[in-house]
């Protein structure tokens, strides 16, 4: 079974950066799909970016041009780097790493708090 534990999340003033950390216990393979989901209070849980084979990577729109997904195999860990946080960025952010009828792993979540 494999087990995603995120890290990074934390309390930062709008305008600020953070970076969030995936580690997986699973190998990454080069056809698996990784991403990053949040999910705000009183809302339902949204896509933020992906990254699958070849590196491609795919961003909700209200986060691309500040947010970079990217990760590395060698290290099986996958992060994702914010900047220029907003309030409405605040929630608690998941990981997921699936390989396509094999596994569809999600982490605990970490939170996120843009506040000043």
């Known amino acids: 079974q494999v087990q995603l534990v995120e890290s990074g999340g934390g309390l930062v003033q709008p305008g600020g950066s953070l970076r969030l950390s995936c580690a997986t216990s699973?190998?990454?393979?080069?056809?698996?799909?990784m991403g990053w989901y949040r999910q705000a209070p009183g809302k339902q849980r949204e896509l933020v970016a992906t990254i699958g084979s070849g590196g491609r990577t795919n961003y909700a729109d209200s986060m691309k041009g500040r947010f970079t997904i990217s990760r590395d195999n060698a290290k099986k860990t996958m992060y994702l780097q914010m900047n220029s946080l907003k309030p409405e960025d605040t929630a608690v952010y998941y990981c997921n790493h699936r390989r396509v009828a094999t596994f569809d792993a999600w982490g605990q979540g970490t939170l996120v708090t843009v506040s000043s």
């Open positions: 699973g190998s990454i393979f080069s056809i698996d799909v």
